[in-house]
């Protein structure tokens, strides 16, 4: 798995590709996301676009995100999923706790 963070409008836009099957592969992005969390950062757009797959260790990677954005007083949002990780997000009906939209445009305008 591979990632960026960059300013994107007025939020923090993190973009996932790859495979997300293991908690050590995401380390350096825990890293990197919680020293945004401290430095008060607190709106975050998530694209899995690129991302081909994501087991349940990546899925909860995932929640273990949000739930730290909103116990921050924040928001991690998703826009824009490949096919394979939306059937997954419905499957195990987290599509009920993120807010997934179909492009990073669209979820920039629901901040």
């Given at each position: 798995m591979?990632?960026?963070?960059?300013?994107?409008?007025n939020v923090k836009l993190i973009t996932?590709?790859?495979r997300l099957i293991e908690k050590s592969q995401a380390g350096e992005l825990i890293q990197d996301f919680e020293q945004l969390i401290d430095?008060?950062?607190t709106?975050?757009?998530?694209?899995l676009e690129g991302l081909e797959y994501?087991?349940?260790t990546g899925l909860n990677l995932l929640i273990g995100m949000f739930t730290t954005a909103r116990n921050a007083g924040g928001e991690l949002v998703i826009g824009g999923i490949s096919p394979k990780v939306k059937k997954l997000m419905v499957m195990t009906k987290l599509d009920s706790i993120f807010k997934i939209y179909?492009?990073?445009a669209?979820?920039?305008e629901s901040f």
């Open positions: 591979e990632y960026t963070i960059d300013d994107h409008s996932l590709t790859g430095g008060g950062t709106r975050y757009l998530m694209s994501v087991n349940s179909d492009s990073v669209e979820a920039t």
